[in-house]
């Protein structure tokens, strides 16, 4: 059965998962403001999603929270044993997910010292495990990973990946060791995209890293002949980012208008389960280049509440 990756136009333009950014307000402001070709949900733990007390269960599920206008909508989900995963991916297709993401990238030491993330390049046939079992809850099943772990390993670790005919890989085109404190290599996402025509594989490549802008994006699918790019940090302050893949200048009334209706969805949405400081890192993203938008920013980030400061936010557009 054709996956709903091979169905949409190229190349596609994917919204990156990130934690505590792409939470389900700032995902449902996105997709109203300018829709990418598939979304994802933050990282959750498998692990979680299977073995915690109800409460914690509950607090897991909101970063599942999702808005029929964000389809293709994909569960991005962690852990290092398959018999989790496969449960956590019947519960997302029980959920109405599109697809399930494995993170095999994440370099965080705790997620790490569990066998996960980025530890996977270390396992392949883990990783490969893993993949087979996400793909019992009937749904696509795509992968986001690096080039290697502490070297560039893409010849030996892609091919373990498209053995397993996942619907699409994510290449971050950087190692483990490198973070993201080099710029990233999109040589190796060229690379990626010939060993898998070498294999004749149907998996998709997406590149992912230090994408700027669509325009950005657009040139590195052209120049890697990629099937995708993800962008991540370019969301910040800008819902506007996919929308028609056109680059435009918003207004300092647009910006303020776009953080007071984002403020509004997390105060709905997320509330109970995040701490409103997690909306603080949204702030200067928003408010930034206009005259007077340092000393509404400074009077943002002594709020203690979405109502304080979409109060503040109503005041200045006055």
């Not at 029929?68 to 997302?92: D, G, N, S, Y």
């Not at 893409?154 to 619907?167: F, G």
């Not at 890697?224 to 435009?248: H, Q």
């Not at 400081?277 to 206009?290: E, Q």
Request: proline letters at 4%; a neutral charge.
């Amino acid at each position: 059965m054709q996956s709903f990756w091979h169905t949409l136009p190229k190349p596609l333009f994917v919204q990156a998962p990130m934690e505590d950014v792409t939470d389900a307000a700032f995902r449902r402001l996105i997709a109203r403001y300018g829709k990418p070709s598939v979304m994802f949900s933050e990282f959750t733990s498998a692990d979680g999603l299977v073995l915690a007390p109800e409460d914690g269960k509950a607090k897991l599920l909101k970063k599942l929270l999702y808005s029929e206008e964000e389809r293709p909508i994909v569960a991005q989900l962690f852990t290092a044993v398959p018999e989790r995963m496969e449960a956590a991916a019947r519960l997302a297709a029980d959920l109405g997910f599109d697809g399930i993401d494995i993170n095999m990238g994440c370099p965080d030491k705790a997620v790490e010292k569990s066998g996960c993330g980025a530890a996977l390049i270390k396992n392949p046939s883990l990783a490969r495990e893993l993949i087979r079992a996400a793909k019992k809850s009937g749904l696509a099943v795509s992968v986001k990973t690096r080039i290697g772990y502490n070297t560039d390993q893409l010849d030996s670790w892609l091919p373990e990946l498209l053995a397993e005919e996942p619907a699409a890989v994510t290449i971050h085109a950087r190692t483990r060791k490198e973070m993201s404190d080099v710029p990233a290599r999109w040589d190796t996402v060229a690379r990626a995209v010939a060993l898998r025509d070498s294999l004749g594989s149907k998996t998709l490549i997406l590149g992912n890293g230090d994408v700027k802008d669509i325009a950005d994006a657009r040139a590195k699918a052209e120049q890697t002949k990629c099937d995708g790019v993800m962008l991540g940090r370019a969301i910040y302050g800008n819902p506007w980012l996919f929308s028609n893949s056109r680059e435009l200048a918003h207004s300092p009334e647009e910006r303020v208008r776009a953080l007071s209706e984002h403020l509004a969805l997390f105060d709905e949405l997320m509330s109970e389960v995040s701490n409103y400081a997690t909306m603080k890192k949204h702030f200067k993203a928003y408010i930034s280049g206009w005259d007077g938008a340092k000393e509404l920013r400074i009077r943002l980030m002594e709020t203690d509440s979405a109502d304080e400061a979409k109060a503040i936010l109503v005041e200045n557009t006055k």
